[in-house]
């Protein structure tokens, strides 16, 4: 029984596996691999060579470019977060179920378009003879600079994220058992202590997981700091993109991604476990 | 009968005109057989239907491009494919050596092209040849110098490379983000003419780093090929560095407010050339569209290439444009003795080819690029 158990388990996991092995850790362990490799005359030749590292790790480019990425993907997960919180309240709580089914389908539609289209679309919007400029100048402010600014690519950000996050906060806020609210209610407790002392322990799984993607979805992208920030300053996919351009130096640019799916797998695996704690 | 006979006839007669339609593509594939196909590794617009429709048509043939932004791209997709995979490829004039000594390209046959035709300048152009042997032959050019907004600047503030400091633009500078053109130019207004603002000591390449940090608070963002155009057409950028009229000679057709101008302490030449890939089966049609391409006919498509407008080296492609479209002709220079006559600015020693790093590495200056990007 026990065996029969066993090899149906495996069964049932094996796509799984089979797919994370063949799409996750292989190409990762490659990545790692030619982290050592040598290039000459444009081409690579596998050797092992700490020079990858030690030049990319030992320049402040870097650094730079890695503490800013940090910075903006995790304000773009709290800004995220907390715009995303009231709009999901309102479409879990206060909405009929059909309303929410559509409203959830309208967060979906943005993704029917490619992600560079909608950040093109942003560059008309935001340049400095755009529409925004043009209502904020006709209440005589501005024109303020919102392109290629650290504004510009957090604009970008959010509109990569935001309906994600909104989705997972809904998912996680239409879960929570109501009777629990009432409780709280006829307990005396205000709006207020019932949402900070109810529904937010009970929400923190779907909220933290939708800080957790955006995070991971902000700290690689690279079309919204290239095409809205302007590459000012790099941030480390666009390092990524200028290290590859030169020379071809894609140890040194898989050196660089190397650092990246480090962090991603530090900070996600402690967002999960908060996430998840006392959940047994 | 005869009402018989005529319906029978129409019947008979759609039925084959039916039968006829159907069977065209197929009776069109009989006669012709597949077009050769030519692989074409080169920057956007080569092998667009502007420039090949007509030779494809003629000489049943079909173009497919690879294409490229920059020449370390080129490198690296030449570099990671076998050996016979690209039968043309369009190469910046200052990679034709590294292909070579890859052993990319193939010897070419000097006595095939119209050189005789070439201006004096472009005979025996750097980088194509090694001592009498040929490995490159230039197909078009054009100059890099001070690309800006009309309104924001007058044509006499941008004749300086100081125009980039200027109050009226400041954060309003933009980088096209590759940094051979960029440092060349900061390398002439240094004035590192002698012999090349790419071949300087270690002195000249610091002061080159501090000239350009300098600009650093002028500066409104780095863009790719893209960038450059939608940033300068809705006027967010007011000047843009490493660009010339293949950039603003496009947006002006547009209407946008922009020229470009080669300044007082000189510009930089960006060249597009033709070599053949090693290990083709190709090198005759291949030849023949080389040829072509240097015809007069050739030239007035590429001095108006829909991507990007270039200039020609040929004397007959000056007289091809002058006749087909005198406006275009007049607007690139390309009318001996006018003020932007290139050659004239050649002679005058005021346009600097564009070249690799002779004294530093491609990777210092490339290094310094990402510093400053992030200064």
Redesign the interface.
Known sequence: MTERTSVYRIFWRLPLILWQGAFFVVPVAFLAVMTFWLVKNYRMEPDFILTNWEKTLGRGVFWDAYWLTLWRAALAAVIATAIAFPAAYTLAFRMSERTRRFALFCLIVPFFTSFLVRAYAWQVILAEGGPVNAVLGSIGLGPYVMLNSGFGAMVGYLTLVLPLVVIFQTWGLSAIDRNLIEAAWNLGATPLRTLVRVILPAARTGIFVGAIFAFILTFGDFVSPFYLGGSKPPTLSILIIDTTKSGQQWPRAAVVSMMMILTLFLTSAAALRIAYRGRG | MTQNRLHLSRRTLLQGAASAALATPMINRAWASDPVQINMLAWYGHAEPDIVAEFEAANNVKFVPKYYA?G??M??LI??SPPGTYDLILSDAEFVQ?LN??GYIEQMDASLYPFDDFYPEFQKFPGHWTDDTLWSVMVRYGLLGVSYNTDALTREEAMSYNAYWNPKVT?KV?HF???LPSLGQMSLLNGNKSPSPFDIDEAAWEAVKEKTLSLKPQ??????YG?TF??LK???MLAMVGIGDWITGVLRKDGAKVDSVIPEEGGIQWTESYSIGKGTSKTEIVNKFINYMLSPAGQVKSIQMAAYPGLSPTKSGWKAIQDANPDEAKRSGLIEGADNDPIKLFKEGRVFYRDTPKQQT??D???F???Y???
């Open positions: 920059g370390d791209n490198l690296a570099s990671q590294q000594a890859a954060g933009g983000d590759w940094h500066i409104g963002g780095y863009f790719d960038g939608s940033n809705n006027g967010e491609l990777e200056w490339n290094d690029w990402s510093e990007k992030s200064a």
